[in-house]
């Protein structure tokens, strides 16, 4: 059983991720929860204590100080904690060094989103072809168990995939993945998660169509869905990782990444990257100060956290997916809702970091149970998805499976002026 969780990075995802396994510390054992800025990790504990959230108060919560570039210090800190199970929540610039330590100290590695490197340049599909996979062999190898980008999306949808496969379909023709956040921070414009990470996103939009690789322009395919709940909803076509472990491990003509958006964040989109603010490409200022327009920006924009108080609405993510059972056309939505204000009652957060953190927790479970342990690198949608449903379920993310849900094709592929 292995024991002792580290968790690297103290923002909103880590914040939640830390709240869950102190729930579950009696499973889990201690936690140390370590970033570059320890002051931010002792305000997750602060936070944990406040919300009664520790489960075992006998095993140890704990913070350090950590530059997870530096892989002595990496392998130090797994050895002085004890930890056999690293959850990487910090930006994923720092993926590549926390699987060196991770491979070398033996723990197990999980992350949530894919690596990038902070000057990359235009990255081809699939991206995990890049950085990761050519490292599976060495996982494999040493027998380290890591599970990549197992959040929310990427994460639980690739779970979802793998649930359709497995019960649903017999072939499949498309996954079309949908991200809605149909919630009210009563800010003029945030992002809910890092902005850094998120306006990098929306660089080179390439998803998985007709068995081919597509590049698009950013926010230039719109769709309309009638999501349950949240109702008639716009959503954009957008590049993000789990497309590209999708399109190689299931077999599906097309694999497509969709986010919602609101007219109003369109335009203040569109015009602070027409004014260069999104770029990641140095400046020099009339003083000769030399910065990064995007990291001005992110300096600027609300602290993805500090939404959490007054955030009202749900998120709606899911699959829909479309293929054939049994010689029939089939359709189904697989999804999850999630209330911001239920959020921040359990663990002073909201929606967006805790889809993302409730996952990674639970993976830990299954890690330590053994029913995740399986000692090389894959992605989420490779591991079978029951146990990680069920315990999701447990753990405050339920899932609906829709097997008659509101069409989609009717309303794809409306193109919006450039
Ligand atoms: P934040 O920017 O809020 O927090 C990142 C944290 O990581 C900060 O505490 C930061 O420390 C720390 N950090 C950054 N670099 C280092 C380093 N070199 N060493 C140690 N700590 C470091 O990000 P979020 O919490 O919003 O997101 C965390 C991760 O989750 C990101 O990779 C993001 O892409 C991913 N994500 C995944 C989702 C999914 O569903 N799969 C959804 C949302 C996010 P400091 O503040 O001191 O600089």
Redesign the pocket.
Known sequence: MRKNVLI????????VTAHKCAQHNDILGDICI????KV?CDKIIESIKRKNNIKDPMKKLHSAQ????DIPATIKLINDTGSQIVIN??????NMSLLTACIKTGASYM???IHEEPDRGEEEPPWYANYEWPRRDECRKKGVTAIL?V?????VVNAYAALAVKHYFDTIDTIDIMDVNAGNHGKYFATN??P??NFREFRKIWNWIDRKWRLDKVHSVKMIYDFPVVGRQSLYLTGHDEVHSLSKNIDADSVRFWMGFSDHYINVFSVLTSLGLTSEFPVKTAEGLEVIPLKVLRAVLP???SLAPNYTGVTCIGDFIKGTKDGKGKEILIYNICDHARCYKEVESQA??Y??GV?PAAAAILISRGDWDIKTMVNVEELNPEPFIERLDKMGLSTIVDEKPPSLKPILDIKCPA
């Not at 690297?8 to 914040?15: F, K």
């Open positions: 690297v990075g103290a923002g909103g995802v880590g914040h370590a970033s570059r800025t931010k950590l530059d997870a570039l929540l910090a930006q994923p610039y720092v992350d949530t989103a980008g959040g929310f999306d990427p994460g998660f890092d850094e990470i602290d993805p956290l967006i970091s889809t993302a996952p």
